[in-house]
């Protein structure tokens, strides 16, 4: 008996309904994208390791995904390094590609090599799936979807406003209630140096950035690891668990910071894309932002090239990780040779934001997609009749179907009932004397003979 098949873990699968859904959510994104000027690019699933290696913090190399050179790939290697059984130093020599572990650092390498043929600031958007070797879980998966947008070639902090305009119009668009938090890596920096542990800065913000899913004793049992005193860490607890307006967090922080020039550079930072955000309008303009964006201080985002401000999106009403998140990157495209270009990114989760739509059943019931209506097939002569019919109705942008096959009417309409199709089409005698079609509401199950005009009209 042949194995049953399967899939790897922390990947799916998906249908045509789980397809519409992931369309409905690529095309609001898509729509928004495109408002703000953005242009859709896309790159090769494979990098080189040299590309993808060192650009996301030690954690992040050890989940990239490698992929062992074409051919004989154990040539290069001694029977000494064998029975070494080093991974890490095997995987240099048998692995020169790997999987895209994000689309920023793909899209700064894009930047480079295509510098020659882009209008700067180029503000890119990309929808692709990334590949994380990371344990799979309950809304973490091994392969899902980022849906990115990224502006380069400007220092300006309203490209960092527009992007959180962005990220509300998204959700307000889905139904989906958030909160955005947002912070600024130069801070962090700043009380690094405020305690004393500058050279820890990466440490600090890998183990901060853990503090909802382990807790303040787990991170302070990290930093401790890391090599940070108890007196480094004592400093650090009153700035993580700091409470009030994102202005009264501001004035305390600005406070703390006052002898870090770094540090002094982020508040000023964050206060001006506050203070635009709030000039858009009050909470009854349809200008202004229909979420709460809330200053966090234990916010870090793990990734170690962003160096400005930082955003992370997480849902309100269902228990789930961040659904959006992302940050300014003055120096990216330094490490392919382009020094002093700066950008700022945002990146979707569309896998999380597909089950949290699912989970608050957000989905408008049109964003399905089915057919609108469906002709049933009586027999050859009824389905030449019916043909200029559908031709004319898929004219007219209707989405149709002929039955394809002269079955039992019951077995007809009940595909149409499966597939959710809310309109029916018969033809006998009576309408092709008439030179009409029956048109039934599968939903009412009220019935009328129309011209192919009333059926347009009708069904639209």
Known sequence: ????????????????????????????????YELYGFQQIETPAQETLQTLLGKYGEEGDKLLFKILNSGDYLSKITDEELMERNTL?????????????????PFARYVVMHREELQLPFKRYQVQPVWRADRPQKGRYREFYQFDGDVVGSDSLLNEVELMQIVDTVFSRFGIRVQIKINNRKILTGIAEVIGAADKIVDITVAIDKLDKIGIDCVNAELREKGLTDSQIEKLQP???????????????????????????????????????????????????????????????????????????????????????????????????MPGLSGVGISFGVDRIYDVLNALDLYPKDSLQTSQVLFINFGEKETNYCLPFVAYCRQNGIRTELYPDSTKMKKQMAYANAKQIPFVVLAGENEMIEGKVTLKNMTTGEQAMLTKEELINTIK
């Open 89 to 105: 130093r095997m995987a240099s020599k048998i692995c020169e590609k790997g999987l895209r572990y994000d689309l920023t650092v």
């Open 239 to 337: 700035i993580i668990a700091l409470q009030g307006t994102n202005e009264e967090k501001l004035c305390i922080v600005a406070e703390v910071l006052k002898d870090s020039e770094t540090g002094l550079k982020g508040v000023e930072e964050i206060r001006y894309i506050l203070s635009a955000l709030s000039s858009l309008g009050t909470l009854s303009s349809p200008n202004s932002l229909r979420n709460e964006i809330q200053l966090d201080l234990t916010l870090a985002r793990g990734l170690s090239y962003y160096t400005g401000a930082i955003f992370e999106v997480k849902a309100l009403d269902t228990p789930m990780g961040s659904i959006s998140g992302g940050g300014r990157y003055d120096n990216l495209t330094g490490i392919f040779g």
């Open 1 to 32: 008996m042949a194995n049953k098949p399967s899939i790897p873990k922390g990947t799916r699968d998906f249908g045509p309904v789980e397809m519409a859904k992931r369309n409905y959510i690529f095309n609001t994104i898509r729509s928004v």
